[in-house]
């Protein structure tokens, strides 16, 4: 992935799927294996989307992809997680650019959390995680912006726990710190 205004790369979790089994009480999903990914085949050839994509036997079949993220065409979707609560509600936590302004020598990203309530084929809505956009230029350069693939998705109960990484826009001495918020 790029920088859509200067081309240069921008690392990201696109080599590492995650997933998820439904381990709870909801007798209609329990069992159910999640992934996500991010793919270009929903989008176009630029630019990914998050998918996820379920089995409801074990992992033996597997039903077609379906892009959970919310970001437009031609925008960027990555780094997603995938978790699922307790009553079988399905998570799925990324990062995306729909923020950014192309020519502001700024690349505004934000996470998000999307929630699925029939077993992960539909995701209707999403929520911010970040309070603000971050800058992704002012993180760490390792071949690449890179706040890290260091993103987490928990439960306890009925509520989602995601972490994510931020860039400390212009604080060149601590340029990324973790985050965490509630979400149900």
Same mark, same amino acid.
């Given at each position: ?56 036997? /074990?992992?033996? $079949?597997?039903? +077609?992809? #379906?892009?959970?993220?919310?970001? %437009?065409?031609? *925008?960027? &979707? ?69 706040? /890290?693939?260091? $993103?987490?998705? +928990?439960? #306890?109960?009925?509520?989602?726990? %995601?972490?994510? *990484?931020? &860039? ?17």
């Amino acid at each position: 992935m790029t920088d859509p205004d200067d081309g240069h790369d921008v690392r990201t979790g696109d080599i590492l799927p995650d997933w998820a089994v439904d381990l709870g009480t909801n007798a209609a999903t329990r069992g159910n294996v999640y992934v996500v990914w991010m793919d270009t085949r929903f989008n176009d050839p630029d630019h990914d989307d998050v998918v996820l994509a379920r089995s409801t036997n /074990g992992g033996r $079949t597997w039903g +077609a992809p #379906v892009v959970v993220d919310r970001a %437009p065409r031609g *925008v960027d &979707a990555f780094t997603p997680m995938v978790e699922v609560d307790s009553s079988g509600r399905v998570a799925v936590s990324y990062y995306d650019f729909r923020n950014d302004r192309p020519g502001d020598a700024v690349l505004t990203t934000d996470a998000w959390v999307t929630h699925s309530h029939d077993g992960g084929l539909t995701f209707p809505g999403e929520s911010r995680l970040t309070e603000r956009s971050f800058d992704m230029r002012t993180a760490p350069d390792a071949l690449g912006y890179f706040v /890290g693939d260091y $993103t987490g998705l +928990a439960h #306890v109960g009925t509520a989602f726990h %995601p972490a994510w *990484v931020a &860039a400390n826009d212009g604080n060149l001495g601590n340029r990324t710190d973790v985050f965490h918020r509630r979400a149900r």
